[in-house]
């Protein structure tokens, strides 16, 4: 999996339910020393997904303007195959429409939705977006 031509690492994707397979939940224990308990929830049918607090996937990490997988090695599936194709139209998706604005999660994910790429999103702009996140995790990674 490639990061979309168009990321702006602006964390909106993390926003989405996830769920997670057996084989997902083992690959995220073993590579972040977290015990399931505290990052799977369930859902109404009782099947795991990944736990969101504040309205982001509990392994989301901003820095700066970037948002961070802080598991990104060991990330579930559903993520890894996300969004399967070359450009991000995650901000277009008219699910974004119904968000509560008023509560603190609405909040946050309308401020996330004003910084994803659209179509109309200009190349500087991206540009711009992925050479600080270049930085960003050059400057965790310390490489």
Request: net charge positive; hydrophobic share 25%; proline share 4%.
């Amino acid at each position: 999996m490639t990061i979309p031509d168009n990321c702006t690492f602006c964390g909106l994707c993390c926003t989405l339910t996830v769920r997670l397979s057996e084989k997902d939940i083992k690959r995220i224990e073993k590579g972040s020393g977290r015990k399931r308990e505290e990052f799977v929830a369930a859902d109404n049918d009782g099947k795991p997904l990944l736990k969101r607090e504040n309205g982001w996937c509990t392994f989301f990490k901003r820095e700066g303007r970037i948002g961070i997988c802080t598991i990104y090695e060991n990330r579930p599936n559903n993520c890894r195959d996300f969004p399967g194709k070359r450009m991000c139209d995650l901000a277009e998706n008219p699910i974004y429409n119904y968000t509560d604005k008023k509560t603190e999660e609405g909040k946050r994910i309308m401020q996330l939705l004003n910084n994803a790429p659209t179509s109309a999103t200009s190349e500087e702009k991206i540009k711009r977006s992925q050479e600080e996140a270049e930085r960003t995790f050059k400057g965790i990674s310390g490489k």
